[in-house]
């Protein structure tokens, strides 16, 4: 029935459902329905324990004081249909099927057969809930396996806040739903639907959704800027976050770095704004009080301001300057954390950065200071059981292996460079703090890299899992 299929809502409270089956498949529907408030009854010789169970833990209905679920153990019979009823056919035993699908529609109720499809006056599609709202995915029986694929999809894209988003939504609609005329409340719902009132709610901030839907209802102009600072991660676009992409998504204007891959930025809207604002290690195309400042600019002329960053903005980002202005500037912004090079690199690189066998802790420097210089403290970092990640490390790499062996770390201990991480032309380079400087000398190299040092790294041979280096 795909093509002629009509998809309709029911509302369960109000269905009488007769499922014939006791099974497994039985035992599925009946789940479903009894979670509707369904009225059910179950029959079949024999009744799986889940149902029992199912019984066992039914609350009275509250009206009636009525069970709405009933089991009879015994086979099926003509009497058991009225007009108007649900019939569930699901045991596994097609001729029993077939004959109760006839004695069904005999009666005048609708059937869904789960052996045969085709046959259906109605199917259970696939759902996936945020409630109030609820997704339906159907092929009407024909194809229950692109029917899970998809469903799975969408349980992965639409975060679990849609719930808030749903919830919030009704209590509005009831505030409002005498308010002004049928076309006004329209008017005002479809504005208030492509305002920023939605995403404040995701982000839990429902107050101020509250105040955008009040303005909009009084008719006021209730276009605000927003700025997001979001971590792109290591440049795989796979490993982005979905709260990033949504935002990513809905961005007027984009600021963003050279560590955000171009594979992220084909994400961006077409008609969004785009500037590059450097930040290679040399090539600060646009210095750090400018790019804080166009922002603050940008968002106070009402617009979607993104600030993508690599990595996780937290993490040497100079996300911290950046939301400093939004701040006093009473910009409203969110954060969003990205995968940082780190947890990244090391797993892109088979390389896990604490083991119970080899290191208890793990410590993120960064290898570039502000004056150019590398000053770390440097008898602070030699320890047998921690893992070091040197972010920004490739250029001062001599300098950093020659004071840890200086310091008293072994010169045979494992470093690994980890060239353009998790991106398609990722490379790793591994060797020991003596050899490493030498073997760097006769290489071509690529930023960005990160350098993690310690016995960890040995274990790179066995865990690598990527190909293509
Ligand atoms: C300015 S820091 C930014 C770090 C970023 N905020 C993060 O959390 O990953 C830049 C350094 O991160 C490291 N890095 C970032 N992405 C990388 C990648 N895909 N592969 C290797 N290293 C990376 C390099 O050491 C690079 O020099």
């Excluded at 019984?55 to 679920?69: F, S």
């Excluded at 006004?184 to 009132?197: H, T, V």
């Excluded at 040197?390 to 200086?406: A, D, H, K, N, R």
Aim: proline letters at 6%; charged letters at 25%; hydrophobic letters at 40%.
């Amino acid at each position: 029935m795909s093509k002629s299929s009509l998809p309709l809502v029911l509302n369960g409270e109000r269905c009488r459902f007769v499922v014939i089956g006791g099974g497994d498949v039985a035992t599925r529907k009946v789940a479903t329905l009894v979670e509707a408030g369904a009225a059910v009854t179950v029959v079949a010789p024999e009744i799986s324990a889940s149902i029992h169970k199912l019984k066992q833990d039914e609350q009275p209905d509250e009206g009636h004081g009525r069970a709405r679920l009933n089991l009879e153990e015994r086979a099926a019979a003509d009497e058991d249909y009225q007009a108007g009823d649900y019939v569930v056919l699901a045991t596994d035993n097609e001729s029993v099927n077939r004959s109760q699908a006839e004695a069904a529609r005999t009666a005048g109720a609708f059937v869904c057969r789960t052996d045969e499809p085709r046959e259906n006056d109605f199917a259970f599609p696939a759902v996936v809930e945020r409630l109030p709202l609820k997704i339906a995915i159907s092929t009407s029986g024909s194809s229950p396996a692109l029917t899970r694929l998809v469903r799975d999809r969408i349980e992965a894209f639409i975060p679990q806040d849609y719930s808030r988003l749903g919830k919030w939504m009704e209590q509005l609609r009831e505030k409002y739903r005498r308010e002004g005329t049928s076309s006004e409340r329209g008017r005002f719902w479809r504005r208030l639907m492509r305002s920023q009132a939605p995403d404040q709610v995701l982000a839990r901030r429902e107050d101020v959704a509250d105040r955008i839907a009040e303005d909009l209802f009084a008719g006021k102009d209730v276009t605000r800027g927003e700025a997001f600072l979001v971590g792109a991660g290591p440049g795989d676009p796979d490993l982005l976050t979905f709260r990033a992409l949504r935002l990513i998504q809905m961005a007027d204007v984009v600021f963003y770095d050279r560590l955000v891959s171009p594979a992220i930025l084909e994400l961006l809207p077409d008609d969004c704004e785009r500037h590059y604002v450097g930040k290679a290690r040399s090539d600060h195309a646009v210095p750090q009080d400018q790019i804080n400042q166009r922002l603050v600019d940008e968002a106070e002329k009402g617009r979607r301001v993104l600030r993508l960053k690599g990595g996780d903005p937290f993490i040497f980002g100079r996300g911290g300057e950046e939301i400093q202005q939004l701040a006093e500037a009473g910009i409203p912004f969110q954060v969003v954390p990205g995968i940082t090079a780190a947890s990244g690199c090391s797993a892109y690189a088979g390389i896990p950065l604490t083991h119970r066998d080899h290191a208890q802790s793990v410590r993120f420097v960064t290898g570039h200071m502000k004056d150019g210089s590398c000053n770390l403290p440097w008898s602070e970092l030699i320890h047998p059981h921690q893992t070091l990640v040197i972010y920004m490390g490739l250029v001062g790499l001599p300098e950093i292996c020659s004071q840890l062996i200086g310091h008293g770390m072994p010169a045979d201990t494992p470093i690994a460079l980890v060239e353009k991480g998790t991106l398609p032309d990722q490379k790793v380079h591994t060797g020991t703090l003596s050899s490493m400087p030498e073997y760097v000398k006769g290489r071509e190299i690529h930023a960005p890299t990160l350098t993690i040092v310690g016995s960890v790294v040995s274990l790179h041979e066995v865990l690598q899992w990527r190909s293509g280096e």
